[in-house]
Protein backbone atom coordinates (compact mmCIF):
# COMPACT_ATOMS: atom_id res chain seq x y z
CA UNK A 1 0.00 0.00 0.00
CA UNK A 2 1.00 3.69 -1.10
CA UNK A 3 1.66 5.70 2.06
CA UNK A 4 -0.22 8.67 -0.10
CA UNK A 5 -3.11 7.33 -1.94
CA UNK A 6 -5.11 9.74 -4.19
CA UNK A 7 -8.42 9.59 -5.89
CA UNK A 8 -9.96 9.20 -8.61
CA UNK A 9 -7.17 8.69 -10.12
CA UNK A 10 -8.95 9.62 -13.61
CA UNK A 11 -11.38 12.77 -14.09
CA UNK A 12 -13.37 14.31 -16.84
CA UNK A 13 -15.62 17.03 -15.78
CA UNK A 14 -17.55 19.74 -18.13
CA UNK A 15 -16.56 23.28 -17.81
CA UNK A 16 -17.86 25.21 -15.35
CA UNK A 17 -18.24 21.94 -12.78
CA UNK A 18 -17.21 21.86 -9.20
CA UNK A 19 -14.23 19.46 -8.83
CA UNK A 20 -12.58 17.67 -5.89
CA UNK A 21 -9.90 15.41 -5.77
CA UNK A 22 -9.23 13.65 -2.56
CA UNK A 23 -5.24 12.39 -1.06
CA UNK A 24 -5.22 10.09 2.15
CA UNK A 25 -2.24 9.71 3.87
CA UNK A 26 -0.23 7.12 6.47
CA UNK A 27 2.78 8.65 7.43
CA UNK A 28 3.25 11.22 10.04
CA UNK A 29 3.74 14.78 8.08
CA UNK A 30 4.74 18.26 9.06
CA UNK A 31 2.98 19.73 5.60
CA UNK A 32 1.58 19.05 2.57
CA UNK A 33 2.06 19.74 -1.46
CA UNK A 34 -0.53 20.03 -3.84
CA UNK A 35 1.12 20.28 -7.21
CA UNK A 36 0.28 20.56 -10.78
CA UNK A 37 1.92 18.86 -13.57
CA UNK A 38 1.43 19.42 -17.34
CA UNK A 39 2.09 17.57 -20.14
CA UNK A 40 6.13 17.83 -20.97
CA UNK A 41 6.80 17.21 -17.00
CA UNK A 42 7.26 20.81 -15.45
CA UNK A 43 5.78 20.80 -11.79
CA UNK A 44 3.87 23.60 -10.34
CA UNK A 45 3.57 23.96 -6.38
CA UNK A 46 -0.28 25.10 -6.19
CA UNK A 47 -0.46 25.13 -2.16
CA UNK A 48 1.41 23.93 0.91
CA UNK A 49 -0.81 23.43 4.25
CA UNK A 50 -0.43 21.99 7.48
CA UNK A 51 -3.74 22.54 8.70
CA UNK A 52 -7.23 24.20 7.86
CA UNK A 53 -7.94 25.64 4.64
CA UNK A 54 -5.98 27.42 1.79
CA UNK A 55 -8.12 29.32 -1.22
CA UNK A 56 -6.71 30.94 -4.36
CA UNK A 57 -8.88 31.69 -7.19
CA UNK A 58 -11.05 28.94 -8.31
CA UNK A 59 -8.49 26.36 -6.56
CA UNK A 60 -9.43 25.41 -2.64
CA UNK A 61 -7.06 23.15 -0.55
CA UNK A 62 -8.48 21.81 2.31
CA UNK A 63 -6.11 19.87 5.41
CA UNK A 64 -7.43 17.39 8.31
CA UNK A 65 -4.84 16.79 10.44
CA UNK A 66 -6.37 13.95 12.73
CA UNK A 67 -8.08 11.87 9.96
CA UNK A 68 -4.89 12.30 7.13
CA UNK A 69 -6.67 13.49 4.62
CA UNK A 70 -6.89 16.58 2.12
CA UNK A 71 -9.18 17.51 -0.25
CA UNK A 72 -7.99 19.55 -3.40
CA UNK A 73 -11.22 21.47 -5.09
CA UNK A 74 -11.51 23.39 -8.22
CA UNK A 75 -14.38 25.69 -8.83
CA UNK A 76 -15.88 26.46 -12.19
CA UNK A 77 -13.44 24.39 -14.02
CA UNK A 78 -11.96 25.46 -17.18
CA UNK A 79 -10.21 23.43 -19.97
CA UNK A 80 -7.25 25.09 -18.88
CA UNK A 81 -7.46 23.11 -15.64
CA UNK A 82 -6.72 19.99 -17.68
CA UNK A 83 -3.26 18.95 -15.62
CA UNK A 84 -2.13 16.03 -13.69
CA UNK A 85 -2.58 17.27 -9.57
CA UNK A 86 -0.71 15.57 -7.32
CA UNK A 87 -0.43 15.45 -3.48
CA UNK A 88 2.91 15.15 -1.70
CA UNK A 89 3.73 15.03 1.87
CA UNK A 90 6.53 16.15 3.33
CA UNK A 91 7.97 13.12 5.81
CA UNK A 92 11.70 13.42 7.40
CA UNK A 93 12.90 16.31 5.12
CA UNK A 94 11.85 14.82 1.75
CA UNK A 95 7.86 14.84 -0.41
CA UNK A 96 6.48 11.42 -0.43
CA UNK A 97 4.15 11.66 -3.52
CA UNK A 98 0.84 10.21 -4.71
CA UNK A 99 0.31 9.15 -7.98
CA UNK A 100 -1.53 11.72 -9.41
CA UNK A 101 -5.49 12.39 -10.48
CA UNK A 102 -5.37 13.53 -14.53
CA UNK A 103 -8.32 15.90 -14.90
CA UNK A 104 -9.48 16.76 -18.45
CA UNK A 105 -11.93 18.82 -18.76
CA UNK A 106 -14.09 19.50 -21.79
CA UNK A 107 -15.76 22.88 -23.10
CA UNK B 1 17.09 33.85 -10.77
CA UNK B 2 14.68 32.37 -13.22
CA UNK B 3 13.83 29.07 -10.91
CA UNK B 4 15.38 25.49 -11.05
CA UNK B 5 16.85 24.96 -14.32
CA UNK B 6 17.71 21.17 -15.69
CA UNK B 7 19.93 20.13 -18.94
CA UNK B 8 19.50 18.57 -20.69
CA UNK B 9 15.49 18.79 -21.38
CA UNK B 10 15.82 15.43 -23.19
CA UNK B 11 18.52 12.52 -23.47
CA UNK B 12 18.63 9.62 -25.90
CA UNK B 13 21.11 7.07 -24.48
CA UNK B 14 21.86 3.22 -25.91
CA UNK B 15 21.68 0.77 -23.29
CA UNK B 16 25.07 0.69 -21.14
CA UNK B 17 26.33 4.01 -21.80
CA UNK B 18 26.88 6.21 -19.01
CA UNK B 19 24.78 9.71 -18.81
CA UNK B 20 25.29 13.02 -16.88
CA UNK B 21 22.20 15.45 -16.00
CA UNK B 22 22.52 18.86 -14.52
CA UNK B 23 20.33 20.52 -11.78
CA UNK B 24 20.80 24.38 -10.77
CA UNK B 25 19.03 25.37 -8.16
CA UNK B 26 17.73 28.79 -6.93
CA UNK B 27 20.59 29.83 -5.61
CA UNK B 28 19.58 30.45 -1.82
CA UNK B 29 18.04 27.53 -1.65
CA UNK B 30 20.13 25.18 0.73
CA UNK B 31 18.47 21.75 -0.10
CA UNK B 32 18.33 19.87 -3.54
CA UNK B 33 16.69 16.96 -4.45
CA UNK B 34 16.33 14.53 -7.11
CA UNK B 35 13.11 12.39 -7.72
CA UNK B 36 12.68 10.10 -10.87
CA UNK B 37 9.33 9.93 -12.25
CA UNK B 38 7.62 6.91 -14.80
CA UNK B 39 5.16 6.75 -16.86
CA UNK B 40 1.51 7.22 -14.88
CA UNK B 41 3.21 7.34 -11.47
CA UNK B 42 4.15 10.34 -8.98
CA UNK B 43 7.71 10.85 -8.39
CA UNK B 44 9.96 9.08 -6.13
CA UNK B 45 12.59 10.13 -4.52
CA UNK B 46 16.33 9.40 -4.81
CA UNK B 47 18.22 11.85 -2.93
CA UNK B 48 19.42 15.07 -0.96
CA UNK B 49 21.57 17.44 -0.41
CA UNK B 50 22.30 19.96 2.66
CA UNK B 51 24.42 22.56 1.06
CA UNK B 52 27.10 20.09 -0.45
CA UNK B 53 26.69 17.12 2.12
CA UNK B 54 24.50 14.25 0.71
CA UNK B 55 22.13 13.67 3.94
CA UNK B 56 19.86 10.56 2.38
CA UNK B 57 19.87 8.01 -0.44
CA UNK B 58 17.09 6.00 -1.61
CA UNK B 59 17.61 2.08 -1.81
CA UNK B 60 15.96 2.78 -5.61
CA UNK B 61 19.10 4.82 -5.93
CA UNK B 62 22.13 1.66 -7.05
CA UNK B 63 25.18 1.57 -7.19
CA UNK B 64 24.73 2.80 -11.08
CA UNK B 65 23.95 6.13 -9.55
CA UNK B 66 25.68 8.64 -8.02
CA UNK B 67 24.54 12.34 -7.14
CA UNK B 68 27.10 15.17 -6.29
CA UNK B 69 26.87 18.75 -5.11
CA UNK B 70 30.72 20.05 -5.15
CA UNK B 71 29.91 23.42 -3.82
CA UNK B 72 26.72 23.49 -2.66
CA UNK B 73 25.44 25.20 -5.49
CA UNK B 74 24.70 22.87 -8.75
CA UNK B 75 24.20 19.10 -8.75
CA UNK B 76 25.06 16.43 -11.08
CA UNK B 77 23.56 12.95 -11.28
CA UNK B 78 25.49 10.57 -13.24
CA UNK B 79 23.83 7.15 -14.35
CA UNK B 80 26.45 4.26 -15.26
CA UNK B 81 25.82 1.60 -17.28
CA UNK B 82 22.46 2.87 -18.22
CA UNK B 83 19.58 -0.03 -18.60
CA UNK B 84 16.22 0.25 -20.45
CA UNK B 85 14.66 0.18 -16.68
CA UNK B 86 16.65 3.73 -16.12
CA UNK B 87 14.11 5.27 -18.85
CA UNK B 88 12.42 7.78 -16.97
CA UNK B 89 12.05 11.80 -16.04
CA UNK B 90 14.32 12.88 -13.31
CA UNK B 91 13.72 15.56 -11.21
CA UNK B 92 15.37 18.02 -9.55
CA UNK B 93 13.71 20.32 -6.54
CA UNK B 94 15.44 22.99 -4.20
CA UNK B 95 13.93 24.34 -1.16
CA UNK B 96 14.97 26.19 1.98
CA UNK B 97 14.45 22.96 3.75
CA UNK B 98 11.66 22.20 6.93
CA UNK B 99 8.22 23.01 5.96
CA UNK B 100 8.82 25.63 3.10
CA UNK B 101 7.81 25.08 -0.45
CA UNK B 102 9.27 23.06 -3.38
CA UNK B 103 10.78 24.55 -6.37
CA UNK B 104 10.90 21.90 -9.36
CA UNK B 105 12.89 22.25 -12.39
CA UNK B 106 11.01 21.14 -15.54
CA UNK B 107 13.08 17.55 -16.01
CA UNK B 108 15.27 15.87 -17.74
CA UNK B 109 13.42 12.55 -19.73
CA UNK B 110 15.57 10.06 -20.27
CA UNK B 111 15.06 7.31 -22.78
CA UNK B 112 17.50 4.13 -23.11
CA UNK B 113 16.95 2.12 -26.29
Known amino acids: KNEVEQSPQNLTAQEGEFITINCSYSVGISALHWLQQHPGGGIVSLFM???GKKKHGRLIATINIQEKHSSLHITASHPRDSAVYIC?????????FGTGTRLQVFP | DTGVSQNPRHKITKRGQNVTFRCDPI?????LYWYRQTLGQGPEFLTY????????KSRLLSDRFSAERPKGSFSTLEIQRTEQGDSAMYLC???????????FGSGTRLTVV
Open chain 2, 27 to 31: SEHNR
Open chain 2, 49 to 56: FQNEAQLE
Open chain 2, 93 to 103: ASSFGGDYGYT
Open chain 1, 88 to 96: AVINTDKLI
Open chain 1, 49 to 51: LSS
